[in-house]
């Protein structure tokens, strides 16, 4: 599973019209409520109530299910044929999770023999045989129905080695289930999703499809909707003929049923868990590919068909590398990936069958700014770590995230080498330390309120990290054949984390207990300070590492790393455990340049060490790895007088990695005194010819800031035909500085366009420079921003309704849009968050204005009384009361209705 992303982050680039998406493992997922009240959101701190793995009572074989739907009331009509049998004890009741269902049949499906006469033959005996034939009969089985678990009253008692057969008719109605489920991570639990079912939405196809994670697959079959749960299955699907489906495993059969529709039959030969069964039916144009003998297929819609292989053309060779790097092939009988409209998530890693939304599909113009292979290396890699080998529990979700997050990192590091995995390590790093600034929680942690709330960035963003940290401590080579031995030794099962640790013991030979124990079953990181001081009359370089970590709630860690001590154009590297508070290392050395604690860059913590300039810039120009040159860089460019730090950062425009140059032109401005000229020189050569369109949009948006140079236009107007959107938008933002009616002129052009992007930069410069005029632009597009994407828009058109040249009509129009969009997105909490936000903003801006002209007028009436400006004030002012009260009035209609 993909999370959605952070919606604090995604606002943020949203309104500075960067890209639209920030896949989920490096969000901060943690907010588990906004108090819509105060507008203030709150973290979920409480520890929670002991967790344990569900008991195994019964155990699914197989499930069969025949369904088939009713788009306009968004029902589906289920028949549920389950083979089970006792887990270990002898039972003779039967219970199975099913939200919000109407029940109208549970049977035991019985084989009996019937008599049909007598042959005319006779036996040895001379005895006439009899003809019997078997038949399948229904017996009714005595239930209950409550609190959404079937409670089933068996014939008999059945023991372990007796398998039975329960039948069910059933209708889902996930509509109509109770209101409140998901969490940051997944916006919604109701299993079953009808997209456009009567078709009366323009621009949006009809669709139907499933999420079941965390435990919503019994919101559309019944069943034991447990992780530790494993079966095979089969689902017939009965649809109008012109719909493409698509589940787990293979296709079947197809049937033409003699009218308008048709069956289709999956069948999944392997077992697996019952949230990850899977269903998604729409007009999908499906475009075929191999991996060895195995077909790899792509679901999207038919208007990004032509990019398919850009989009998705590197999953035979993840398949392939994944299956080499792990030493255990890819296991399922298929692979195919599905886009889907309004999906509650980011993506989900259904078995043989990922499911995105449709932040995946994309042009081969908008892949230029951002391709997502991260979400499709996430989830394919899942199907090994997730599918294979699931977590036995919800408590213990980093066996399944904080691999796939992983994943992520080890496709990079193979496909795009050290510079790019490293940076999307750190990006993922900061995601964890952003959210532990709020809540510092166990990685894997068996107290929790809700099993949603395991759905953070401890899961997968840190857990990631301390997955690489395993790898460095115990090499490649016994990290892979761990990895190897724990999914031979645990497949189609499931696991908890010691499975993962005794597996990792029985390779290495070692006690882990040290390592699990601090990073899996433990809160918090090492918060570090470093000194490296140098003992010229001993000629030592010692190294002091204190730990100042709250050691009531986090642990003394025991911290193996490198220091490298570079002298004389060499490098020493020293291998140091640290275990104490406070302890001080010491090595032979002479004078060093510089000296690399944690050399490797391999360490989750935070840290404190002073460096100086001039070993900053020797880091920078010497030190290795990618997260070497961007802490010196992030460093140095705090020293704003220093030519030295100057020098790096003009230095740093030419590094051979993007987001170092990237970096490095939104820090510039403090060699702007020194070398203003070369920069810009630079600069504009960058704008023109990077191989990047992030780094040639932030080059000109940097040109836009500190230049007014009119020899700088061209540079705008050619970005204007550049193939990337971001680069595009950088253009019209930055010619919108020089000439802003222009720029709004050019906009207008670029309206109709549907790279939302583009949208919000048009929305931006509105919000900026326009006028009443623009409100028919914030009209027409608002149904182009589905989703989060609307917290951007609802952002921006606030903005612009804040502009004083808006007129009140045109705000309360505004205002009248932000409610629809607020109530009928209730259920998704940030976008009703910002849209309150928004329209409060408006409330306060009549506030202020009311203010300063009761003011302004108080004043006019004592030193001025015959003042024409009295009467224009007075009418002004009652103008605002007026509109005050309007917005006052909507926005406690939504707070009512939300």
């Given at each position: 599973m993909i999370s959605k992303y952070s919606a604090l982050f995604l606002a943020a680039l949203l309104i500075s019209s960067c890209n639209l998406f920030k896949k989920n493992n490096t969000s901060d997922n943690t907010f588990n409520a906004i108090n819509l009240d105060t507008l203030e959101v709150e973290a979920n701190a409480s520890e929670g109530e002991y967790q344990a793995a569900a008991t195994r009572v019964n155990d699914i074989i197989h499930t069969k299910l025949d369904v088939s739907f009713n788009w306009e009331r968004q029902y589906l009509y289920g028949k549920a044929t389950i083979t089970i049998k006792p887990y270990f004890y002898p039972t003779s009741t039967l219970e199975l999770d099913a939200r919000g269902m109407d029940i109208k049949e549970v049977s035991l499906v019985k084989e009996e023999y019937e008599k049909n006469g007598y042959d005319s033959k006779k036996d040895p005996q001379g005895n006439y045989e009899a003809n019997v034939s078997k038949v399948t009969v229904k017996v009714p089985l005595n239930y209950t129905y409550e609190n959404d678990v079937i409670k089933i009253k068996l014939d008999k008692e059945y023991k372990k080695t007796e398998e039975y057969t329960v039948f069910i008719d059933y209708v889902s109605k996930p509509n109509e289930l109770k209101k409140g489920g998901g969490s940051a991570a997944i916006t919604d639990d109701k299993g079953l999703y009808f997209i456009n079912?009567?078709?009366?939405?323009?621009?949006?196809?009809?669709?139907?499809?499933?999420?079941?994670?965390?435990?919503?697959?019994?919101?559309?079959?019944?069943?034991?909707?447990?992780?530790?749960?494993?079966?095979?299955?089969?689902?017939?699907?009965?649809?109008?003929?012109?719909?493409?489906?698509?589940?787990?495993?293979?296709?079947?059969?197809?049937?033409?049923?003699?009218?308008?529709?048709?069956?289709?039959?999956?069948?999944?030969?392997?077992?697996?868990?019952?949230?990850?069964?899977?269903?998604?039916?729409?007009?999908?144009?499906?475009?075929?590919?191999?991996?060895?003998?195995?077909?790899?297929?792509?679901?999207?819609?038919?208007?990004?068909?032509?990019?398919?292989?850009?989009i998705f053309g590197n999953t035979p060779e993840m398949l392939e590398f994944f299956s080499t790097k792990l030493g255990v092939e890819y296991v399922w009988n298929k692979y195919s990936q599905v886009v889907v409209r309004d999906y509650v998530s980011g993506a989900m890693e259904n078995t043989t069958a990922t499911?995105?939304?449709?932040?995946?599909?994309?042009?081969?113009?908008?892949?230029?700014?951002?391709?997502?292979?991260?979400?499709?290396?996430?989830?394919?890699?899942?199907?090994?770590?997730?599918?294979?080998?699931?977590?036995?529990?919800?408590?213990?979700?980093?066996?399944?995230?904080?691999?796939?997050?992983?994943?992520?990192?080890?496709?990079?590091?193979?496909?795009?080498?050290?510079?790019?995995?490293?940076?999307l390590s750190e990006d993922s790093r900061q995601g964890y330390l952003d959210e532990s600034g709020r809540k510092q929680v166990d990685l894997v942690r068996y107290h929790y309120n809700d099993k949603e709330d395991m759905f953070d960035a401890h899961s997968y963003n840190k857990g990631g990290q301390v997955l690489h940290m395993l790898r460095k401590y115990v090499g490649d080579e016994a990290f892979f054949a761990s990895l190897k031995l724990y999914l031979e030794t645990n497949k189609f099962t499931s696991v908890e984390i010691h499975n993962l640790r005794m597996t990792f013991e029985q390779v290495t030979g070692e006690d882990l207990n040290w390592f699990f124990n601090q990073w899996f079953l433990s809160s918090g990181h090492p918060v570090l300070v470093i000194k490296t001081p140098y003992d010229t009359i001993n000629k030592k370089?010692?190294?002091?590492?204190?730990?100042?970590?709250?050691?009531?709630?986090?642990?003394?860690?025991?911290?193996?790393?490198?220091?490298?001590?570079?002298?004389?154009?060499?490098?020493?590297?020293?291998?140091?455990?640290?275990?104490?508070?406070?302890?001080?290392?010491?090595?032979?050395?002479?004078?060093?340049?510089?000296?690399?604690?944690?050399?490797?860059?391999?360490?989750?913590?935070?840290?404190?060490?002073?460096?100086?300039?001039?070993?900053?810039?020797?880091?920078?120009?010497?030190?290795?790895?990618?997260?070497?040159?961007?802490?010196?860089?992030n460093l140095i460019a705090?020293?704003?007088?220093?030519?030295?730090?100057?020098?790096?950062?003009?230095?740093?425009?030419?590094?051979?990695?993007?987001?170092?140059?990237?970096?490095?032109?939104?820090?510039?401005?403090?060699?702007?005194?020194?070398?203003?000229?070369?920069?810009?020189?630079?600069?504009?050569?960058?704008?023109?010819?990077?191989?990047?369109?992030?780094?040639?949009?932030?080059?000109i948006y940097f040109l836009s800031e500190e230049y007014k140079d009119p020899d700088l236009k061209p540079i705008y107007e050619n970005a204007l035909?550049?193939?990337?959107?971001?680069?595009?938008?950088?253009?019209?933002?930055?010619?919108?500085k020089t000439n802003p009616e222009e720029a709004l002129k050019l906009a207008k052009k670029y309206e109709e366009e549907k790279n939302t992007d583009i949208l919000f930069t048009i929305a931006d410069l509105y919000a900026n420079y326009g006028s009443d005029d623009n409100n028919k632009y914030f009209i027409n597009v608002k149904d182009k921003f589905t989703g989060?994407?609307?917290?951007?828009?609802?952002?921006?058109?606030?903005?612009?309704?804040?502009?004083?040249?808006?007129?009140?009509?045109?705000?309360?129009?505004?205002?009248?849009?932000?409610?629809?969009?607020?109530?009928?997105?209730?259920?998704?909490?940030?976008?009703?968050?910002?849209?309150?936000?928004?329209?409060?903003?408006?409330?306060?801006?009549?506030?202020v204005r009311i203010a300063d002209n009761t003011q302004k007028l108080k004043t006019l009436k004592s030193k001025t009384p015959n003042s024409p400006e009295i009467g224009d004030i007075e009418k002004q002012l009652a103008s605002d009361k007026i509109q005050q009260q309007k917005i006052s009035e909507m926005y406690s209609t939504i707070k009512a209705s939300n």
């Open positions: 079912p009567l078709g009366k939405e323009k621009d949006k196809p009809q669709q139907i499809w499933t999420q079941g994670e965390t435990q919503a697959s019994s919101a559309w079959f019944p069943t034991i909707d447990r992780p530790n749960e494993r079966m095979t299955n089969e689902l017939c699907i009965t649809v109008n003929k012109k719909y493409v489906t698509l589940s787990n495993g293979e296709l079947m059969f197809s049937s033409d049923n003699g009218d308008s529709t048709r069956t289709d039959c999956w069948r999944m030969e392997l077992p697996h868990a019952p949230y990850l069964v899977m269903m998604a039916i729409g007009d999908f144009a499906v475009i075929k590919d191999r991996w060895h003998d195995k077909e790899v297929s792509y679901y999207l819609e038919k208007e990004y068909a032509p990019y398919s292989k850009e499911l995105h939304g449709e932040f995946l599909q994309r042009t081969d113009r908008e892949l230029l700014d951002q391709n997502f292979e991260d979400v499709i290396s996430h989830e394919l890699f899942h199907q090994w770590f997730g599918d294979l080998v699931t977590c036995e529990s919800w408590s213990n979700l980093p066996l399944n995230e904080s691999f796939a997050t992983y994943g992520e990192y080890l496709w990079k590091e193979y496909k795009y080498g050290a510079d790019e995995a490293d940076y370089q010692k190294v002091q590492i204190i730990q100042t970590q709250d050691l009531k709630t986090t642990p003394l860690f025991r911290i193996p790393m490198y220091v490298d001590i570079y002298y004389n154009g060499k490098k020493d590297r020293h291998r140091i455990v640290v275990s104490k508070v406070d302890e001080t290392f010491e090595f032979d050395a002479v004078h060093p340049d510089l000296v690399n604690v944690d050399a490797e860059k391999t360490l989750l913590c935070v840290k404190y060490e002073e460096k100086s300039v001039p070993e900053l810039a020797f880091q920078f120009k010497n030190a290795p790895l990618y997260r070497d040159r961007s802490e010196a860089l705090q020293y704003e007088e220093d030519s030295l730090a100057a020098e790096v950062l003009i230095a740093a425009l030419n590094d051979p990695f993007w987001k170092i140059r990237e970096d490095a032109i939104v820090k510039l401005k403090i060699a702007m005194g020194r070398y203003r000229k070369e920069a810009k020189e630079l600069l504009v050569r960058i704008a023109k010819n990077d191989s990047k369109a992030s780094v040639r949009a932030t080059a035909n550049d193939r990337a959107y971001s680069v595009m938008g950088a253009g019209l933002v930055a010619y919108a989060f994407s609307r917290i951007g828009y609802v952002s921006l058109y606030g903005l612009f309704l804040q502009r004083s040249n808006v007129r009140n009509e045109t705000v309360i129009s505004g205002v009248d849009i932000l409610k629809t969009i607020a109530q009928s997105d209730a259920e998704n909490k940030w976008v009703t968050y910002y849209t309150r936000k928004t329209i409060k903003e408006l409330i306060t801006m009549y506030e």
